[in-house]
């Protein structure tokens, strides 16, 4: 029996995304219209619509396995951060490119930044079968950013992390916003930071409980 993925996606943004107080018209347009599907591990397709994390890599080389996130949380980040279309967006930790795909609906043009480099060709090949042409995936360590193709309006970090550091911040242009879940499980807190003149705020919006990215792990510090 074939699967309608078209009515998947309708049931996902009116169950999952309009629930949770996403009214942003362009977020939803764009999430009833990318095919979700195609972002996951061959023959797990049929699953791409539910409301968990789905693994699209095992863990290896050291490294937590990595997940592309829930429905729900994505699209709340996503409108947190408030996407105008001339900005340019880092998307730090792509995976396969479902949320680079998805911002590069709402904003001029995205930089989709892996550290996988598996996870970074597979972003290659599939963001191009769905019409994201102003997506330019670059792999390079999460933490350190992209300097290259900054500054950046936006900058969305796919996973939970320790803290955001500088060097993130410093890459973004004065009037800059960059979204962040901060800790882990449900004490995690959504936050958005804003540079104005130079000088960056946080605020703290909602709570989130997302995966971690390993990258972003602070070490413990030792204390007498």
């Known amino acids: 029996m074939s699967i309608d993925f078209q009515e998947l996606r309708v049931k996902m943004v009116d169950g999952q995304i309009r629930t949770t107080d996403v009214t ?3 977020i939803l347009s764009a999430m009833l219209a990318m095919p979700r599907e195609k972002f996951v591990p061959a023959g797990r397709e049929p699953l791409a619509y539910i409301d968990e994390d789905i693994q699209i890599a095992p863990a290896r080389d050291g490294h937590a396995a990595r997940y592309l996130m829930e429905p729900s949380p994505f699209a709340r980040l996503v409108q947190l951060i408030e ?3 001339d900005d340019v967006i880092l998307d730090v930790g792509c995976g ?3 949320s680079s795909a998805i911002l590069s609906r709402l904003g001029a043009s995205v930089v989709a930044l892996e550290s996988d480099a598996e996870l970074a060709t597979r972003a290659r090949e599939i963001l191009p079968q769905v019409e994201c042409g102003n997506v330019t995936v670059v792999e390079g360590a999460l ?3 992209h300097p290259a193709g900054g500054p950046y309006d936006v900058i969305f970090i796919n996973g939970a ?3 955001v550091p500088a060097a993130l911040l410093d890459q973004l242009r004065d009037g800059g916003r960059l979204v962040a879940v901060i800790g882990v499980g449900n004490a995690a807190r959504a936050m958005l930071y804003v540079k104005e003149e130079g000088v960056v705020s946080a605020r703290h919006a909602f ?3 997302l995966r971690p990215l ?5 070490a413990p510090v030792f204390q007498f």
Request: without cysteine.
């Open 83 to 85: 996407i105008r279309p």
């Open 96 to 98: 396969t490119g479902y």
């Open 24 to 26: 942003n018209i362009a």
């Open 214 to 218: 390993d990258e972003f792990r602070v």
């Open 161 to 163: 992390v320790d803290a």
């Open 143 to 145: 933490a350190a950013g």
């Open 207 to 209: 709570n989130a409980a």
